[in-house]
């Protein structure tokens, strides 16, 4: 059975946190939340929250053994930009984007 767990418009670039989901694809559950606890960046403290909400999902609405799960896949998609503006010199203005991303995490009891 699959369970799984969305966040969205987590404020932090795609690219930075699918570094991070790499690490932990076709682990077990338990391993994968003991990996993300020693990597140093936002980007894992952001997905661990994830996985412990699919974790949470598989344990109190599917009445699944957290042991037995592994994670299928992390994706990471891309979220909608914000678009902002920095002064910049003569009056004019510099426009910049602020990347957010969309992070499913699907968890797996089968082999």
């Known amino acids: ?52 909400s699919a974790i949470a999902n598989a344990e109190n609405n599917n009445n699944l053994s957290s042991d037995a799960l592994t994670v299928q896949f992390a994706i990471v998609e891309q979220g909608p930009v914000f678009k902002r503006f920095r002064p910049a010199a003569r009056g004019s203005a510099h426009p910049y984007k602020k990347a957010t991303s969309n992070i499913r995490i699907v968890l797996t009891d089968e082999s």
């Open 1 to 52: 059975m699959q369970v799984q767990a969305y966040t969205k418009y987590a404020r932090m670039s795609p690219r930075k946190v699918r570094d991070i989901t790499r690490a932990i694809q076709g682990r077990n559950a338990a391993e994968a939340v003991e990996i993300l606890r020693f990597i140093p960046r936002k980007s894992a403290r952001l997905v661990g929250k994830t996985l412990a």
